[in-house]
């Protein structure tokens, strides 16, 4: 398996044809730089590398570069004969044209030049850069993986500089080096002028050679015209210079990749890091990514000695591969969802950046924002949530939803701003890095150490939900048989989900034990039920018991009389349950993680079967692009914060508040998931997660104390799965080094049993399993993130079945 | 004058060709489509408008129209005859051909046709997208004010399938609405099948028509055989199908406009809003931004009308200009750098996009991330700072700058995180809206009322720079002349900064006895000195006098034996003053907003003559685009967090930490604007502000008690200047309505009196002036923000001299 087959980077060049047909003479400056090559490079082999070809002229092109080049390795890969776009050409090939096999085989290609022998080579693509591939995709989207270097041959003809500029962009969107522009000169036009200095502008070189000679009167003269043509050509000093230039940047791209890591080390302070004894080479280059995968520049030892050889200018002499693309495997910190390098993200980006850039939002509105919230409270299919607000990130999303719950909370029970309120949620949470919401979880190794912090809660234990030797259980927390009961199993993820078929009694019980303790005899007063939906992440991956979730904030709802600290409950304070308003204490879900689809559903709530009356969405939002955050509420909290007063008004807003960027890709984004959702592109990953024998058996009747079906969000009877396959999950769960495995939607947790017999965030059993994953070196490797002893692996919603199973393959290897 | 030529929106259609040379057939399918309109719509006009065009043909093309449309009213602006590229064309010609003439007299066609009568015009543009205007600039950066619907032509031929994309692309990252293609029928190479479907995808139409008939033996002949082919074509039922079907759009575009509000009101909770009794109509919708200027939808009367009168679905006939041009007066909370729309932002962003999406921070690094943070350590030319971290914006790293300096201070003065540890800073600071932040700030109507806000510091009062009555004064706070001094009065606001010449005794005293009393008498212990150098924004655009900003932060690092709260002070706490070392207490320059030339220079503690240790920036680090925040710290505050414990280092990071979009446009930002700044870009506005005679004497020699000259950053002598001009601010000043003005860098805030006798952010005194800028309707109007008594403008980097004074004509008309 090669999942992202990739680049040596040892100078390979591309041409690119600016313009229309092939007159811009693609395969005439490829023969001159071929034959320039040759002569600078007289000890290395030069190559030329056309992957697809069409026209009837493709014999005679092949005949061009061995006739005027002599000594050139020239290879074609895919031939079409018809003189069309190969899109149409492929139809009637009986090849295998996919952009897959495309890639692979100019990868084989490539790898084989620079495994045999020092050398170089062009490789030459087919018409114009966005023309269609023998696949249909568009050719720079089918190489974008290789991300070679690029020389465009521009348009010397009228309106040239136009399409050449044109030419440009579309390959600068899609990540590429575009590093310099060569054409015919042509002194009625003279596009060169004009690209010259355009482009050196953008740090680009513009080289003109003169054109071919007019077509001679017999083929033997125009050999002739043509050879002394390439002789002059090959020899000028500005091709040479360009050359010595395409060289010398290639040079310093690996200088600089290689000095990068060393530069981080002065200059960068590193997020959730101890800089204390940290190696400098454990500090990962990434040069660029592409689906699944980084592009790294490698630290193996083989890398030292390649960059001492490529120290000096020259084209030449590497062979050895520079750059290996690492699987993302924390889906770069739970943000991809849509792969790295989306051209389609990347473009509306892009015309949000042109039609806007940024906005002022304050009693303000854009396309892209309303479009976004309109969007959003339509597909979260909670009747409760009325209202978007925008923040840039988790954090601070969570910061509005804490002081929009509270607001309600001391509006609704009459508390001042003076008096000390709480919030509930549960043991291992986290919501995020800021003061206010680092506050929102009970002390830890996150928090404890920061000045500010001040935990301002009371955090349940909980069952979690956790995968044993192929078995799936409900534990409670060690020592807390007495107030969970024993260990449950049960004979599918699915069941575990079915909550109104499973016993709430003895949850009930505690919970309402413990609400009383605390209000009734501690005199504390709440304001918000926080929590994070079925997966608590920074907290280790903690899978928790969504029965117990769920039963926490029914209990809550249903005990204004707890929270109000007053005998009589006020008139308001107890809606029935029909309606939207809240009641008890504000429920905040805290998505920002486990929502929009990482879990394999549009929010994590529907899970839980309930309707939290704020919930805060970050990650995947913008599809894994840009940072962004929505708080959607209800209208009873928006309306707590009414009054003729501007002072009580949420004063809270971001100078880059609903930004058009980030809610033009997020609206792309979130589009674009949910038409996978409905056109079944996970079909596949759902395939081994479907009920086998075991649950084809009639469903149970309903328990006397089993949760109630309503409020039953739309998926919420949806079976559960994962991208992460029920086989490989279960063989994991078997593993003697493995305690337990969870897995949901692209989400899988791997907690591993520590010898030392420590536990959670300082223990450090997981990262033997990590380094093994990154060093792996057959191709590519794994790029891995730990928490404690729990190893996590995320994909992203765009995952293709291969590459999930591939990534299995090298886990269970290394383990 | 009218600084942004802006479009009626009646239904102009825009052609491109996609491809290299005329005969995409742009003239044709214009052709076409007249006659087409003319059938459809008997009663209207039928315009077309070449503004620009070259060649031999052109008088050809001229009565091209005319013989085959007859009735059409055809107009050409600027022809030139050479067969060039009109850049070269133009060369020889006397017309100016600058873009904004040519854009005026285009707007102003436009405006004639709308005012005159119904009607509908096609604007057809010279060669392809990104071809070359007279001026040299590309056609679609040209056009981009007036952001016209675009039907494209696309390119038949072989190869058109890559250039139609390309030049699609150029168009959409500007910003333009490809509404269709049109193209030719080509049966060989077929690229409509293909671009239909590719087009269909992201919602455009492609239509085709039959290519014209060959030329035929005489002209009689090929008039005859043209006048059939457009007799056929223009009643073909796919061409009415297109008209109907751009029509629909536009309408459907100008109801979307028309609801938005109305949707906004329902779906979007504002940021800073008292929702309460606000109506709906006080939302402004904005359809887009270019340069200095919104282009909003307007709410007058005029609106009402329009909207119902193009309710059905036609081409026709609404004469109002329904989008207005105005002003964005706050620079979008202060984040405009580089002008909205700006092509190089939205070209960088999306290259960012393309080559990495977004790459995990923790453990790696990349190129954006990595230069930006070398390119900022450079710049800010402060020694002490070593190290970038990256958060999203303003209020988060404003949070991190406070957890490193407590921890810093902690460390070293032996406090545990149980201490409570309080910072410095000055009354009517504002550090974001997080709550970590907010404790930073005294109690004040933005926080007063947030349930977990404790403010945590004490703030100092301080004296204000103003002009009054064209004086440039420092007036103490009300019935502080015993601590300040009384009010002191310069001759420029040169002199204001010339902290050498000035005495600080009174401030140093001042401030020495404070600090005994904090500490010694009542005990507290403080962590960091909090500043926002020079401007206070959020509290009103306070212009603190830099003398006691720097005299506070003099005495607070002399004062470590205050601090330490022991009688020997550590060995390590009071370094020399030559090192980078923190001494007394870690100083945080907060210049979120008043840095990256925001103020005129790349940082506003150059203004102080004093190295922070800290130094937080963001609004105009995108240069107005995307969020992103960087705070810097010195090397002996990243030793702070060093141990063998991971718990110590500061776990604090979002997930999009540095992330590769906002790095590459933070990085294109700053060397544009830095390249600004070295070439003169600004010379014009310092013109107004050069000394004049009263500065013409030689310097007082330094007075016994001044300001240390050390340490002196670079550009602290250069003298203060603003994008306002003097004789406006010095005008202003003199205005009965007016209490005082201040002025520096692109920031004018305009301090009104206020009747009623209230004052700050209660205030309502500046709203009228707000209302009345924002009501102009000869052309454009402005968009303004309030801070209670305050009215403040703010240019953005990029602004014209044109531009800025014809708003302060405005201003001056208004009041």
């Known amino acids: 398996m090669n999942p992202n087959p990739n680049p040596l980077l040892n100078i390979p060049m591309r041409h690119e044809d600016a313009a229309t047909r092939l007159n811009v003479g693609k395969t005439i400056v490829s023969t001159i730089l071929c034959k320039a090559l040759q002569r600078r490079l007289p000890e290395h082999a030069v190559h030329y590398l056309k992957p697809v070809s069409t026209g009837p002229s493709v014999e005679e092109d092949n005949r061009h570069i061995a006739t005027f080049a002599k000594g050139v390795h020239a290879r074609r890969l895919f031939q079409f004969s018809e003189p069309v776009s190969p899109h149409i050409?492929?139809?009637?090939?009986?090849?295998?044209?996919?952009?897959?096999?495309?890639?692979?085989?100019?990868?084989?290609?490539?790898?084989?030049?620079?495994?045999?022998?020092?050398?170089v080579v062009i490789v030459e693509t087919a018409g114009g850069v966005l023309s269609p591939a023998p696949s249909g995709s568009l050719q720079a989207d089918l190489y974008r993986p290789l991300r070679l270097p690029v020389l465009l041959v521009g348009d010397h003809r009228l309106g040239g500089i136009g399409t050449s500029i044109s030419a440009f962009e579309s390959l600068h969107i899609r990540g590429y080096d575009v590093q310099s522009i060569m054409m015919f000169e042509n002194s009625v036009y003279d596009n060169a002028t004009y690209l010259r200095e355009y482009f050196l502008d953008r740090g680009i070189s513009t080289y003109t050679v003169p054109p071919p000679p007019r077509p001679a009167t017999s083929i033997a003269r125009d050999q002739e015209a043509m050879a002394g043509y390439y002789e002059r050509t090959s020899r000028m000093e500005h091709v040479a210079d360009f050359i010595e230039r395409f060289s010398a940047k290639h040079d310093a791209r690996i200088k600089n990749l290689g000095s990068m890591a060393d530069r981080a080390d002065q200059s960068i302070w590193h997020p959730f890091t101890q800089h204390q004894d940290r190696p400098k080479d454990s500090i990962i280059t990434i040069d660029s990514a592409h689906g699944d995968f980084f592009q790294t520049y490698g630290t193996e030892e083989s890398v030292g000695s390649t960059?001492?050889?490529?120290?000096?200018?020259?084209?030449?002499?590497?062979?050895?591969?520079?750059?290996?693309?690492?699987?993302?495997?924390?889906?770069?910190?739970?943000?991809?969802?849509?792969?790295?390098?989306?051209?389609?993200?990347?473009?509306?980006?892009?015309?949000?950046?042109?039609?806007?850039?940024?906005?002022?939002?304050?009693?303000?509105?854009?396309?892209?924002?309303?479009?976004?919230?309109?969007?959003?409270?339509?597909?979260?299919?909670?009747?409760?949530?009325?209202?978007?607000?925008?923040?840039?990130?988790?954090?601070?999303?969570?910061?509005?939803?804490?002081?929009?719950?509270?607001?309600?909370?001391?509006?609704?029970?009459?508390?001042?701003?003076?008096?000390?309120?709480?919030?509930?949620?549960?043991?291992?949470?986290?919501?995020?890095?800021?003061?206010?919401?680092?506050?929102?979880?009970?002390?830890?190794?996150?928090?404890?150490?920061?000045?500010?912090?001040?935990?301002?809660?009371?955090?349940?234990?909980?069952?979690?939900?956790?995968?044993?030797?192929?078995?799936?259980?409900?534990?409670?927390?060690?020592?807390?048989?007495?107030?969970?009961?024993?260990?449950?199993?049960?004979?599918?993820?699915?069941?575990?989900?079915?909550?109104?078929?499973?016993?709430?009694?003895?949850?009930?019980?505690?919970i309402t034990r413990e609400l009383e303790r605390l209000t009734k005899e501690e005199g504390r007063r709440f304001g918000a039920l926080v929590m994070e939906p079925v997966i608590l992440g920074a907290g280790g991956m903690l899978f928790a018991d969504p029965l117990?979730?769920?039963?926490?904030?029914?209990?809550?709802?249903?005990?204004?009389?707890?929270?109000?600290?007053?005998?009589?409950?006020?008139?308001?304070?107890?809606?029935?349950?029909?309606?939207?308003?809240?009641?008890?204490?504000?429920?905040?879900?805290?998505?920002?993680?486990?929502?929009?689809?990482?879990?394999?559903?549009?929010?994590?709530?529907?899970?839980?079967?309930?309707?939290?009356?704020?919930?805060?969405?970050?990650k995947l939002l913008t599809g894994g692009l840009v940072p962004l955050c929505v708080t959607l509420a209800s209208q009873s909290i928006f309306d707590a914060f009414l009054s003729g007063a501007k002072s009580d008004a949420l004063l809270h807003g971001h100078s880059y508040t609903a930004h058009a960027v980030g809610c033009t890709v997020a609206e792309t984004s979130l589009h674009q998931m949910s038409s996978m959702e409905a056109r079944g592109a996970w079909d596949a990953f759902k395939a081994s997660w479907r009920p086998d024998h075991h649950n084809s058996s009639p469903p149970t009747p309903s328990r006397p104390n089993a949760a109630p079906a309503q409020p039953t969000p739309r998926s919420g009877t949806a079976p559960t799965w994962s991208m992460w396959s029920r086989p490989f999950a279960t063989a994991l769960s078997h593993h003697p080094r493995v305690d337990s495995v969870t897995a949901l939607g692209s989400v899988l947790a791997i907690s591993l049993r520590d010898p030392a017999g420590a536990a959670g965030y300082s223990s450090t059993a997981a990262n033997a399993l990590r380094d093994s994953l990154l060093a792996a070196s057959d191709g590519w490797a794994m790029h891995s993130r730990v928490l404690g002893n729990v190893l996590y692996l995320m994909a992203s919603q765009t995952s293709s079945v291969e590459t999930v199973r591939a990534v299995e393959a090298r886990v269970l290897a290394a383990l």
Chains 1, 2 share one sequence.
Request: glycine content about 8%; charged content about 20%.
């Open 89 to 119: 050409a492929a139809r009637s090939s009986k090849e295998d044209v996919s952009d897959k096999n495309i890639l692979d085989c100019v990868h084989q290609e490539l790898s084989g030049y620079a495994q045999s022998e020092d050398g």
């Open 307 to 510: 960059l001492s050889s490529t120290n000096e200018s020259s084209i030449s002499s590497d062979t050895t591969s520079l750059l290996k693309p690492a699987f993302d495997g924390s889906a770069s910190w739970w943000t991809q969802g849509l792969g790295h390098g989306n051209p389609q993200l990347a473009l509306a980006a892009a015309h949000a950046s042109g039609r806007y850039g940024h906005v002022m939002f304050a009693g303000a509105v854009h396309e892209p924002a309303l479009n976004l919230a309109e969007t959003l409270l339509q597909h979260v299919d909670n009747p409760r949530l009325k209202k978007v607000f925008y923040t840039d990130n988790g954090s601070t999303g969570m910061e509005v939803a804490v002081k929009m719950a509270l607001r309600a909370a001391c509006v609704r029970y009459g508390w001042s701003s003076e008096d000390e309120v709480q919030i509930l949620g549960l043991k291992g949470s986290y919501h995020g890095d800021t003061i206010g919401t680092m506050d929102c979880s009970e002390p830890s190794t996150y928090n404890k150490k920061v000045e500010w912090y001040r935990g301002r809660g009371h955090w349940f234990d909980f069952p979690q939900v956790k995968m044993r030797r192929g078995v799936w259980v409900v534990e409670p927390p060690e020592g807390m048989e007495a107030e969970f009961g024993p260990a449950r199993t049960f004979e599918s993820l699915d069941e575990v989900f079915q909550l109104e078929q499973r016993d709430i009694a003895t949850y009930e019980a505690y």
């Open 548 to 618: 117990f979730q769920h039963t926490l904030a029914r209990i809550v709802r249903s005990s204004s009389h707890l929270f109000s600290h007053s005998t009589s409950t006020p008139s308001s304070s107890n809606p029935s349950s029909a309606t939207t308003d809240w009641a008890g204490l504000p429920l905040i879900h805290d998505e920002v993680f486990t929502g929009l689809y990482r879990l394999g559903r549009f929010t994590s709530s529907s899970f839980l079967r309930t309707h939290p009356d704020i919930s805060v969405h970050a």
